[in-house]
């Protein structure tokens, strides 16, 4: 499809996963649906992953147009689709590396998160997950990602403080694994996924990574349905005020 908002280029066992919706990479139902499909072909492709975003932004989030137009179902179809997607990129078999173009914000940073290597550029950049600034209790499912990546004392001010994080702490904190210059950005992440290629048995990545996660993907799977109920009491309308300020 010409009009694609998520694209998939497969070169020697490398699977390039580029979300460019024009904007700010929203987290929308169209953005999972066709991240999903890229997941699936990546897999059957037995491909490494590298996801990437647009200049300048990897993910601001989930879509508040889809919050604000006003229908429950849309708004839990998108939820439900953005936590799934964190339990699935953590159980992903071969080797997932993010090549992340810019700022990381909520559901954005969530999936980042997510994967296993993160690769940032050096900027005035921002990563946060911003849900008790703008009135929301933090999901569960967030809770399980953050505190799977962060050192405790950046877990805690991220969670309960809305910390803003910059490319210049973020390995520090947890967040990326390095930071590079944007013309390095996608260089290094094609190189690292040829030596994880070269160096990392497959067999051994995947049951190894499921050993360790195991107990964090079961939390993920169980506070779904938990997040999606929190997401009805609060109401649509009530996410848009806090959301949005209106």
């Known amino acids: 499809m010409t009009d694609s908002i998520v694209n998939y280029a497969l070169e020697n066992g490398v699977a390039t996963i580029t979300m460019d919706d024009?904007?700010?990479?929203?987290?929308?139902?169209?953005?999972?649906?066709?991240?999903?499909?890229?997941?699936?072909?990546?897999?059957?492709?037995?491909?490494?992953?590298?996801l990437t975003g647009r200049d300048e932004t990897f993910s601001a989030g989930f879509d508040l147009?889809?919050?604000?137009?006003?229908?429950?179902a849309d708004?839990?179809?998108?939820?439900?689709?953005?936590f799934s997607m964190t339990a699935r990129l953590l159980a992903y078999p071969r080797p997932v590396i993010t090549a992340c173009n810019g700022n990381a914000l909520a559901m954005?940073?969530?999936?980042?998160?997510?994967?296993?290597?993160?690769?940032?550029?050096?900027?005035?950049?921002?990563?946060?997950?911003?849900?008790?600034?703008?009135?929301?209790?933090m999901p569960r499912t967030a809770v399980e990602v953050l505190q799977l990546r962060l050192t405790p004392a950046a877990f805690q001010r991220a969670v309960v403080l809305s910390e803003y994080f910059s490319p210049d702490n973020s390995v520090e904190a947890g967040i990326l694994d390095e930071v590079v210059t944007?013309?390095?950005?996608?260089?290094?992440?094609?190189?690292?996924?040829?030596?994880?290629?070269?160096?990392?048995?497959?067999?051994?990545?995947?049951?190894?990574?499921?050993r360790i996660r195991d107990a964090v993907i079961r939390r993920i799977r169980r506070a779904v349905p938990l997040d999606l109920k929190d997401?009805?009491?609060?109401?649509?309308?009530?996410?848009?005020?806090?959301a949005t300020g209106r």
């Not at 024009?22 to 590298?50: H, W």
């Not at 147009?65 to 429950?72: D, L, T």
Request: charged share 25%; net charge positive; no cysteine.
């Open 22 to 50: 024009g904007k700010r990479n929203a987290l929308s139902p169209r953005m999972f649906r066709e991240l999903n499909i890229a997941f699936d072909r990546a897999e059957k492709d037995n491909a490494i992953i590298i």
């Open 65 to 72: 147009k889809v919050m604000k137009g006003g229908n429950a």
């Open 75 to 82: 708004t839990l179809n998108m939820l439900r689709a953005g």
């Open 108 to 137: 954005g940073l969530f999936l980042m998160l997510s994967t296993d290597y993160r690769i940032g550029v050096a900027g005035a950049y921002k990563f946060a997950a911003n849900e008790v600034a703008i009135g929301l209790v």
């Open 182 to 210: 944007r013309d390095a950005l996608m260089a290094t992440a094609l190189e690292k996924a040829r030596q994880f290629d070269e160096q990392l048995d497959a067999r051994a990545h995947e049951l190894s990574k499921l």
């Open 231 to 242: 997401a009805l009491m609060l109401g649509v309308r009530a996410m848009v005020k806090s």
